[in-house]
C-alpha cells in the first residue's frame, strides 16, 4: 500500500557532494517524521538524520555541518543533501517515515525504503 523510493546514490570523491531523495507513495494520509539512516559493512544501522512533519530536524554528531535534511509535504518527499563527504560515509543508506494510512481503519507504521548505496573513494 504504501512504498517509498530512494534516488540519488552513487560513488563520488571524497569531498563531493550528493543528494538523495525519498518520496513517499501510496493511501497516504498523513506523514510524521521522515529520516535517513544507514548501515555501513560489519557496523550496526544508525540514524543520520531527521525531520519532523514541522521541520524540526536531529543529526547525528557525526555529520553536522555537513548534510541538511529537508522535506516537501505537497510531495511526500524527504531529501538528504550532503557535501564534504568522506570515506568514513559510505554505507547503504535507508528512508524512513512514519505513515498513517486508511484501510478501512486508520493505522500508522514505520516504513521503509530498499536502501540506494553511497560510496565515497579517498
Known amino acids: 500500500q504504501v512504498q517509498l523510493v530512494e534516488s540519488g546514490g552513487g560513488l563520488v570523491q571524497a569531498g563531493g557532494s550528493l543528494r538523495l531523495s525519498c518520496a513517499a507513495s501510496?493511501?497516504?494520509?498523513?506523514?510524521?517524521?521522515m529520516g535517513w539512516y544507514r548501515q555501513a559493512p560489519g557496523k550496526q544501522r544508525e540514524l543520520v538524520a531527521d525531520i519532523t512533519s514541522g521541520g524540526a530536524t536531529n543529526y547525528v554528531d557525526s555529520v553536522k555541518g555537513r548534510f541538511t535534511i529537508s522535506r516537501d509535504n505537497a510531495k511526500n518527499t524527504v531529501y538528504l543533501q550532503m557535501n564534504s563527504l568522506d570515506p568514513e560515509d559510505t554505507a547503504v543508506y535507508y528512508c524512513t517515515a512514519r505513515i498513517t494510512v486508511y484501510s478501512g481503519s486508520y493505522y500508522s507504521n514505520n516504513y521503509w525504503g530498499q536502501g540506494t548505496q553511497v560510496t565515497v573513494s579517498s
Open positions: 501510496g493511501r497516504i494520509l498523513s506523514i510524521r517524521t
